[in-house]
């Protein structure tokens, strides 16, 4: 069966007078998007005519200048004329102490546009330290919805990863406790320039490629699903996304220098992120997130290893569009909608384990004693479950635990 960029079923959830409507939405992205290949060399350029501001704060970590991808953009930057200051101490999962550092670096620096190079962790540094180098209000009272006042510097991205889609998010999160995470979603994280340049993802290693890349899947899975502020573009982009991720996922994980494989990996996570910032993911980043604060599991895996009990769990309410994404990823057969539905779930089983990711909780060091208190951090996700096809209690999660265990 085709599957259009359009599909008419996605369009509206709601009758009248027997005809179909479409449900009221808004959609917000970033101001601006680039996609070249080899374009971080030209970044200085690019910034020249887009901004005023000429002091730069670039904000990465130290794996990417030892990897030497920072050193030739930081030079693109001053020979454009920009006074660069490189902070580079960004982690995985980053805490409070990073954001704080970060903007007393920029301040001392006299910094005037912040621009994030690296995975998700720099681009959520990135996002908050240029709200906070011209906002009164501390890191904590803006953890939430819509808690940012007033304006940020100018702001550009440059992902060096395709999974997290941060670079097209208004999300930010930190971690804010040995165990706790927290999110920060407001408007103002909208980047007002983004470049896409697949050469900077050829350094990848396969497990980190498959992370991230399964990591955008369930982006687009969990935005075509979710029970709140579903859309017709979200839908699309959703849709869209999947389809790149589900053709190229593999190929990119068995071979790293396969341009169009990177490419595609790059457009289809960026494609997700556009898709779940406007339809909010849900019950898989749920219980995603204690994995990283408790066992420092990277993002994408522990998004990976719940993604099948969970894609499971919600299949009594959201079998119909299983069956729609399974058609999307080109599934072979046929049948009723839960048999699609079905295969859908199975095809993605597939995937993840051809991509070469562990599959079990066990396989990353969780102890199934553990189990329990995973289940209750995850409860304090209530951003996240809101938005789940399906209401998930304690008890739901601890099965869900040990089906992944």
Known sequence: ????LFDIRSL????????????????????????EWGGAGRLG????GRFAARNVLLVTDRGLVRAGLVAPIV????????????????????????????????????VDIVVGLGGGSSLDIAKLVAVLLVSEQPLSDIYGIDK???????LVLVPTTAGTGSEVTNISIITTG???????????????????????TLGLPPLHTAATGIDAMVHAIEAYTSRVRKNPLSDALAREALRLLGAHLVPACRNGADRQARESMLLGAMLAGQAFANAPVAAVHALAYPLGGHYHVPHGLSNALMLGPVLRFNAREAAPLYAELAAVLGVAGEGDT??????????MERLMNDSGA???????????????????????????????????????ALALYREAF
């Open 75 to 110: 030079e693109g930057l001053d020979q454009a004329g920009f006074r660069v200051a490189v902070f580079d101490a960004v982690v995985a999962d980053p805490p409070e102490q990073v954001v704080t550092d970060c903007v007393a670096a920029a301040r001392q620096a006299g």
């Open 338 to 347: 839960s048999a699609r539905a079905n295969a859908f779930v199975a095809h």
């Open 12 to 35: 509206a959830r709601r009758r009248l007078g027997g005809a179909l409507m479409i449900n009221p939405f808004e959609f917000r992205t970033v101001s601006a998007l680039q996609v």
């Open 178 to 200: 040995e165990t706790t995470k927290m999110g920060v979603v407001a408007p103002q994280l909208y980047a007002d320039f983004v470049l896409l340049d697949a050469e900077l």
């Open 358 to 396: 562990p599959r079990r909780l066990r396989d990353v060091g969780v102890v199934e004693d553990m189990l329990p208190v995973l289940a209750r951090d995850a409860m304090k996700q209530t951003r996240l479950l809101v938005n789940n096809p399906v209401a998930l209690g304690e008890e739901e």
């Open 148 to 154: 940012v006042r007033g304006p940020r510097l100018p």
């Open 1 to 4: 069966m085709p599957v259009h």
């Open 45 to 48: 350029t690019m910034l020249c």
